[in-house]
């Protein structure tokens, strides 16, 4: 099989490209990727020479290389996306331009063009915002995003059934709750409060933090999306989850109890704009139909993330300095 990953030098899709290239070690993957401040190809240094492995960089919108991929592959795995909710808050615009425009560009290159599979890989926050006591997002939850990354990512997802209903362009979407693990930007939660303390900061908490995530650990995340590839029904939506709510207090005393530190540590901030309460996934369908469900415990996965990120400070220090994006102007 051949593949084309879109975002393949972010933090899942570099994951997802290692959980290919190591499963399936003859199929072949372009990964294909714009390198804006959260790719980094820093973090496919292990595969770079690799001959079944390609690097292209290039932007989703512009749809005539898109074409030129796309036809010569047998899938694609979609992950481009701007990803950083606090970043659509200050600046919608690039939101808009590579999750809605980008998506449809892709999705016009891969019409008619024979692809097997053009797998969507979205996010939970597309549902909105439970509270405390409501029943987990499933399939059928209606869509009600309420940040302008959540609402280009859901513009995306129906438009990629669109595709399917007008065009019969054989697809699946997945619906992911809150990754963690290595290779993770910096700028989210976790990554920020174990580099922050690695480096003697405070970790600053939105609010009262008393706000709820579920968390799965991008492996687990990587398994799920090679499941559906390859054996999910086309035209399917599956809900992943990691069975893992938490508040952000209790995932702030997690890390400062496993590094060591103090309450002091923590600095309440002002909230984020909107910032949706609850979110919670009931992966009761891919669990049925595909037989997958999380591996990765929330106490092993945060104990074996903060040990990666405690052993890899010269991958983070360099993006915390910049100096990252010198690696990739070089290549
Ligand atoms: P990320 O921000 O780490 O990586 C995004 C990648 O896309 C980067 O390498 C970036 O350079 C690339 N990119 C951005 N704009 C592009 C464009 N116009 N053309 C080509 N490449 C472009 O994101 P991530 O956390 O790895 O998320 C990957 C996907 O998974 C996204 O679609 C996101 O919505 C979805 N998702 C993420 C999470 C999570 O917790 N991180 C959870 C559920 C779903
Ligand atoms: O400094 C911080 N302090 C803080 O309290 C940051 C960065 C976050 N938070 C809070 C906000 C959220 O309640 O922590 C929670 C997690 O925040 P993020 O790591 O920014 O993730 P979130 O907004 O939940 O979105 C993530 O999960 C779903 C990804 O970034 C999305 O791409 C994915 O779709």
């Not at 999705?107 to 969507?120: D, S, T, Y």
């Not at 893992?244 to 103090?262: Q, R, S």
């Amino acid at each position: 099989m051949r593949l084309l990953v879109t975002g393949g030098a972010g933090f899942i899709g570099a994951n997802f490209v290692y959980h290919i290239l190591e499963k399936y070690p003859e199929y072949e993957i372009v990964n294909l990727d714009a390198l804006t401040y959260a790719g980094n190809l820093e973090n496919l240094k292990d595969i770079e020479n690799n001959p079944n492995y390609e690097f292209v960089k290039g932007d989703i919108c512009d749809k005539e290389l898109m074409m030129d991929l796309v036809s010569k592959v047998d899938a694609v795995v979609h992950f481009a996306a701007e990803s950083h909710v606090d970043r659509s808050i200050l600046d919608s615009d690039s939101f808009v331009k590579t999750n809605v425009l980008g998506t449809l560009s892709l999705l016009e290159a891969a019409k008619n063009n024979g692809l097997k599979r053009f797998h969507h890989v979205s996010t939970d926050e597309v549902y909105g915002s439970l509270e405390k006591d409501d029943p987990a997002f499933n399939e059928k939850t209606p869509y009600d995003p309420r940040s302008p990354y959540s609402a280009s990512k859901a513009s995306s997802d129906h438009l990629v059934r669109a595709y399917y209903h007008t065009h019969d362009l054989p697809i699946t979407i997945s619906n992911c709750s809150n990754n963690y693990g290595p290779y993770q930007f910096p700028e989210k939660l976790i990554p920020l409060f174990v580099t922050n303390l690695i480096e003697g900061k405070k970790v600053p908490v939105y609010g009262t933090g008393e706000n709820v995530r579920d968390w799965l650990h991008v492996k687990d995340h990587c398994e799920a999306i090679d499941r559906i590839l390859h054996d999910g029904k086309i035209g399917e939506t599956y809900c992943v989850g990691g069975n893992a709510e938490k508040t952000n207090m209790e995932i702030t005393h997690e890390i400062l109890k496993a590094m060591k530190a103090g309450e002091e540590m923590i600095e309440h901030i002002e909230d984020r704009k909107g910032h949706d309460k609850r979110y919670a996934i009931d992966f009761s369908k891919i669990k049925s139909e595909l037989g997958w469900e999380p591996q990765v415990s929330f106490e092993d996965g945060i104990e074996e993330t903060i040990e990666w990120y405690k052993n890899n400070e010269d991958w983070w220090k360099r993006i915390k300095s910049g100096e990252y994006q010198e690696y990739q102007k070089a290549k």
